[in-house]
């Protein structure tokens, strides 16, 4: 079991360009979330998706960023328009549809966006 | 507003020490709250969840205890060893499904 799988683990981006981040999720796990994590801060959490179905966006910012998570494939995470404050580690989880006794989300390794 | 405050200082311990790590949360009523260890350039690993009707929960040298009224969790790792030094998080989930994140505590044992 390859666990969770981010690319790419790191991104430079020009401010203006598009950035696009990928999460294939446990196998056998059917909902995934999206995290932000700026230096030296915790974790902020953006979205939450079940296959073909966001679920909750309330920490997702209103314009430029877009989630899904389609029925064939991995989540994407999209960023249009990069700006130097979307700098950051991108985080993404998985996790079964209920949460057992001794099994929390499964993280994957992160995605580093840099935008110069 | 809800908030999630773990300890706010980095903490220093010897080996073979206990230590011990806060997380309160104000205007939450969490179903369940989850413990995961972070080293850095990686992400968060999973080490253990309680919920709101367990007092305390133990998973070899690490113990969590959850006190509903205070709205506090105590993380305890006994007979600490160098390698335990990482960032500790906290998470908070209502039934709802995302999980909160605290900001962590970042723990070092020293040899």
């Known amino acids: 079991n390859a666990g969770v799988m981010q690319n790419p683990r790191h991104l430079v981006r020009r401010r203006g360009q598009e950035a696009r981040l990928r999460c294939s999720p446990m196998k056998g796990h059917s909902h995934v979330y999206w995290y932000r994590q700026l230096p030296e801060e915790g974790l902020k959490f953006m979205v939450y998706?079940?296959?073909?179905?966001?679920?909750?966006e309330s920490g997702m910012p209103k314009e430029r960023f877009s989630a899904e998570f389609p029925k064939e494939g991995p989540s994407i995470l999209r960023i249009q328009q990069v700006v130097r404050g979307d700098s950051a580690a991108y985080f993404c989880a998985s996790s079964p549809p209920s949460v057992a006794e001794d099994y929390g989300y499964t993280f994957g390794s992160g995605t580093r966006l840099t935008v110069v | 507003s809800q908030k999630i405050e773990q300890n706010s200082e980095a903490l220093n311990i010897q080996e073979g020490k206990t230590a011990t790590l806060t997380c309160n949360y104000t205007?939450?009523?969490?179903?369940?709250l989850q413990w995961y260890r972070q080293d850095p350039g990686r992400g968060p690993v999973f080490l253990l969840l309680?919920?709101?009707?367990?007092k305390e929960k133990r998973k070899e040298r690490l113990k969590v205890t959850f006190d509903t009224t205070l709205k506090q969790s105590l993380f305890h790792i006994t007979a600490s060893q160098p390698a335990d030094s990482a960032t500790y998080l906290c998470a908070l989930n209502t039934n709802a499904g995302k999980s909160t994140f605290g900001d962590g505590t970042t723990l070092t044992v020293k040899p």
């Open positions: 205007n939450y009523s969490p179903a369940y």
């Open positions: 309680i919920r709101e009707n367990e």
């Open positions: 998706l079940q296959k073909e179905n966001i679920i909750d």
